[in-house]
C-alpha cells in the first residue's frame, strides 16, 4: 500500500483557553492539572441550575488588534486572531519573507460569534431592527475567525473555518491538507490553525 499522506509539522502554536491566554501558561496549568472551572462571570447565572463554566480569564487584545478593529469582531475572532499572533511569533515566521499568497489560515469554530447573535438579538426585541448592527452579521458567522486572521497577518492564500461542533479544530487540520493539495502542486504552502476555545 502507498502511503501519499504529507507530513505535518507545527513550528509554532497559540492558545486562547480557560487554563491560560499563552501556550506556555496553558501547558503549565495543564500538565499540573489545574482546572479552568470556576463561577460564571459573563452574564447573570442565579437563575441557572448550573453557574459555573469554563470561561477564558483576563484576556485582552491589547497591543496586539487596533482598539475599533476589536469592537467589530465578536469575542471568538478576537481569541482566534490573538493565538495566530502567538503561533506566528512562536513559530519565528517573517511574514514580510514569505509569499502571502500561498499562506492561508483554516479554523475551526464550534459554533461562532454567539455573544454577538445574543446582544443583536435582545437589541431588535428591546428597541427595534433600526438598533441592530449592520455589523451583525459579519462579526457572528464562523468563517470571520479564519477572515480576521486573514486580514490582520495580510494572507491571502486558501482561507474557511470548519464548523463542525467539538470536531472543528480536528477537521481544520484536515482542512489545511485539502486545501494545500487542491490549490498548490507544491505541498509547501503555509496554513495557521491557532487554537482559541
Same mark, same amino acid.
Given at each position: 500500500?502507498?502511503?501519499?499522506?504529507?507530513?505535518?509539522?507545527?513550528?509554532?502554536?497559540?492558545?486562547?483557553?480557560?487554563?491560560?491566554?499563552?501556550? !506556555?501558561?496553558?501547558?503549565?496549568?495543564? &500538565?499540573? #492539572?489545574?482546572?479552568?472551572? /470556576?463561577?460564571?462571570? $459573563?452574564? +447573570? =447565572?442565579?437563575?441557572? !441550575?448550573?453557574?459555573?463554566?469554563?470561561? &477564558?480569564? #483576563?484576556?485582552?487584545?491589547? /497591543?496586539?488588534?487596533? $482598539?475599533? +478593529? =476589536?469592537?467589530?469582531?465578536?469575542?471568538?475572532?478576537?481569541?482566534? &486572531?490573538?493565538?495566530?499572533?502567538?503561533?506566528?511569533?512562536?513559530?519565528?515566521? +517573517?511574514?514580510?519573507?514569505?509569499?502571502?499568497?500561498?499562506?492561508?489560515? &483554516?479554523?475551526?469554530?464550534?459554533?461562532?460569534?454567539?455573544?454577538?447573535?445574543?446582544?443583536?438579538?435582545?437589541?431588535?426585541?428591546?428597541?427595534?431592527?433600526?438598533?441592530?448592527?449592520?455589523?451583525?452579521?459579519?462579526?457572528?458567522?464562523?468563517?470571520?475567525?479564519?477572515?480576521?486572521?486573514?486580514?490582520?497577518?495580510?494572507?491571502?492564500?486558501?482561507?474557511?473555518?470548519?464548523?463542525?461542533?467539538?470536531?472543528?479544530?480536528?477537521?481544520?487540520?484536515?482542512?489545511?491538507?485539502?486545501?494545500?493539495?487542491?490549490?498548490?502542486?507544491?505541498?509547501?504552502?503555509?496554513?495557521?490553525?491557532?487554537?482559541?476555545?
Amino acid at each position: 500500500m502507498v502511503n501519499n499522506q504529507h507530513r505535518v509539522v507545527v513550528t509554532g502554536s497559540g492558545v486562547i483557553s480557560p487554563l491560560g491566554n499563552d501556550t !506556555g501558561q496553558f501547558w503549565k496549568n495543564l &500538565v499540573a #492539572g489545574v482546572s479552568g472551572a /470556576g463561577p460564571i462571570t $459573563r452574564f +447573570d =447565572a442565579s437563575g441557572l !441550575g448550573t453557574r459555573f463554566a469554563c470561561e &477564558v480569564k #483576563g484576556f485582552t487584545t491589547e /497591543g496586539i488588534v487596533d $482598539r475599533k +478593529d =476589536a469592537k467589530r469582531m465578536d469575542r471568538f475572532v478576537q481569541f482566534a &486572531v490573538v493565538a495566530a499572533h502567538e503561533a506566528i511569533r512562536t513559530a519565528g515566521l +517573517d511574514l514580510d519573507s514569505i509569499n502571502r499568497d500561498r499562506a492561508g489560515v &483554516v479554523l475551526g469554530s464550534g459554533i461562532g460569534g454567539m455573544e454577538t447573535f445574543e446582544s443583536q438579538h435582545s437589541l431588535l426585541r428591546e428597541r427595534g431592527p433600526g438598533r441592530v448592527s449592520p455589523f451583525f452579521i459579519p462579526m457572528m458567522i464562523s468563517d470571520m475567525a479564519a477572515g480576521q486572521v486573514s486580514i490582520q497577518f495580510g494572507l491571502r492564500g486558501p482561507n474557511f473555518c470548519t464548523v463542525s461542533a467539538c470536531s472543528s479544530s480536528a477537521l481544520s487540520s484536515a482542512g489545511t491538507d485539502a486545501s494545500q493539495s487542491m490549490n498548490s502542486p507544491n505541498p509547501r504552502s503555509t496554513a495557521f490553525m491557532p487554537w482559541a476555545t
